[in-house]
């Protein structure tokens, strides 16, 4: 249902998205990661026009966005929580969203309730809400038309553990009704538990892009030995590429039969070898985005 072909953004000499080129299907959550700056936001904003493209195209139900013909009833967005009109009550600004679509008024009832908004939080200005709470009118809003693609960018960002839960069963409930589901995190365990496919960007560019499964089973072989220095450079000696892990295990991109040959071609003893299948999205995450990390946590 969202469709993004070589799609890129320059800002003068700075090309903030790089030929990005992915797609997000129905029935499925698609969880799109990045470092900031990568060029998630900017991607997501261009979807759905309020940035243009360079070049590129990116199109939602087969149709650029301003192209369709009413886009709240088609594609809910949840961009910036905190853009909400500070001045008007909850109640208000749904009001205004479904009159500005044309759904039924008791829509604004429904959707309150489904996002766990009390009557006497409805009554308030937006100004007076915590961040949890305007995310929960925020994912109002976006639903209020019962659209079929949902576009969110960081939705959990505010919300206590409660709600990030809440947040991860109405995403999986709306994509196995058939819904499209492309989310922006910077919670990389709440991805690796809702996410069926992952979209990985780092400088403007796609380092990474499958299925969850297919991403996680790509983590190789867990290898220990008593001298790790020289396992590495037996491995990298034989042409595998090494990653260094914060308990001194080394995790390796082959499989288990060739690291265990090349470290007993190498006289290495190896005192523990098997499928690095431990290894979680945070791990594989910034190994995929070193350098682009302003921290250098991957270092």
């Given amino acids: 249902m969202i469709t993004i072909e070589s799609l890129t953004k320059r800002y003068g000499g700075y090309t903030a998205v790089d030929q990005v080129t992915f797609s997000a299907a129905p ?6 990661l990045g470092p900031n700056g990568a ?15 360079s070049s590129g195209t990116a199109t939602v139900l087969g149709r650029h966005y301003a192209d369709l013909p009413n886009p709240g009833r088609e594609v809910g967005v949840l961009l910036d929580a905190s853009a909400q009109h500070a001045g008007r009550t909850g109640r208000e600004i749904l009001t205004v969203a479904a009159r500005t679509i044309g759904v039924p008024k008791d829509r604004v009832d429904e959707m309150l309730a489904r996002v766990s908004l009390t ?3 409805a009554g308030r ?13 925020g994912i109002a809003t976006a639903l209020i038309g019962d659209p079929e693609v949902l576009i969110l960018d960081e939705p959990a ?12 069963d109405l995403l999986r409930g709306f994509a196995d009704e058939g819904g499209t589901v492309l989310l922006s995190s910077h919670l990389l ?14 400088n403007g560019r796609i380092v990474a892009e499958g299925s969850k499964d297919d991403l996680l089973a790509s983590a190789g072989t867990l290898v220990r030995s008593d001298d790790p220095v020289a396992l590495a450079a037996a491995l990298t000696a034989a042409g595998i590429t090494t990653h260094t892990g914060g308990d001194g295990a080394l995790r390796a991109e082959a499989d288990a039969a ?9 006289g290495v003893p190896v005192t523990e070898l098997r499928a690095a299948d431990g290894a979680g999205l945070e791990e594989i995450f910034l190994e995929l985005t070193a350098e682009t990390q302003r921290e250098g946590a991957a270092a």
């Fill in 39 to 53: 060029g998630k936001s900017t991607t997501m904003r261009i979807m759905v026009g309020l940035t243009p493209a």
């Fill in 27 to 32: 029935g499925r959550v698609t969880g799109f």
């Fill in 119 to 121: 009557e006497e939080e």
């Fill in 125 to 137: 200005r937006v100004r007076n809400y915590s961040l949890g709470m305007r995310q929960r009118l």
């Fill in 157 to 168: 960002n505010g919300l206590d553990p409660a709600g990030i839960r809440w947040m991860r």
């Fill in 189 to 202: 365990h709440e991805i690796e538990v809702i996410a069926d496919d992952i979209v990985v960007i780092g």
């Fill in 258 to 266: 060739a690291v265990g040959r090349t470290a007993f071609a190498a």
